[in-house]
């Protein structure tokens, strides 16, 4: 007698080769970052573009060259990621803000002199809350276990701020390759 084997058996799925190589594809990493991150898409932007920036090196920091020169990595970042808040309702709000403080404060009369001012102090509010999103964010990448960060500055390399020390983030290998074109 001969075995036909049943048609309708459930066989174990085939392994993906992502499982296959232990690396994680890009599902896994947005569920890893949703699951320790309020804002999963900024936190997976700011990865991607930490990933491109840092290239075969793996780490970028302290400094990162741009059209203005070379600039700490987090307000590289915040210059990079300033054009995802241009029609925010919290942005227009913040400009009618300092006008109105501009105008009760120094009473200017001339409207070119104040359009200047007050495109500085909304790029100084903007890059200052700028900074404290991308600490946060990096901190839930850190806690998600896809990047590494550590300071660089003045002295010594340290895990400390302070100190005129700038940050440096490195990129682990397995968000590296989740992040990676196949």
Excluded at 143 to 150: E, F, K, S, T
Excluded at 156 to 165: L, Y
Aim: net charge positive; proline share 7%.
């Amino acid at each position: 007698m001969f075995y036909q084997p049943d048609l309708f058996e459930q066989s174990p799925p085939p392994s993906s080769p992502s499982s296959r190589r232990g690396a994680a594809a890009l599902p896994d990493l947005v569920e890893r970052i949703s699951t320790v991150s309020k804002r999963p898409r900024y936190a997976l932007l700011v990865l991607k573009l930490i990933a491109q920036e840092a290239g075969s090196h793996d780490s970028v920091g302290p400094y990162v060259g741009s059209g203005k020169g070379r600039v700490p990595v987090r307000d590289w970042l915040c210059q990079a990621l300033a054009p995802l808040a241009q029609r925010d309702c919290r942005r227009r709000a913040m400009i009618d803000a300092v006008r109105a403080d501009l105008i009760s404060r120094a009473g200017m009369v001339d409207p070119e002199e104040m359009e200047r001012r007050l495109e500085q102090e909304v790029r100084s509010r903007i890059l200052r809350s700028g900074r404290t999103n991308v600490s946060r964010v990096v901190s839930d990448l850190v806690r998600a276990g896809l990047l590494r960060r550590h300071y660089q500055g003045y002295r010594v390399d340290h895990p400390n701020r302070g100190a005129q020390r700038e940050a440096v983030y490195t990129i682990t290998a397995e968000a590296k390759r989740a992040l990676q074109r196949h």
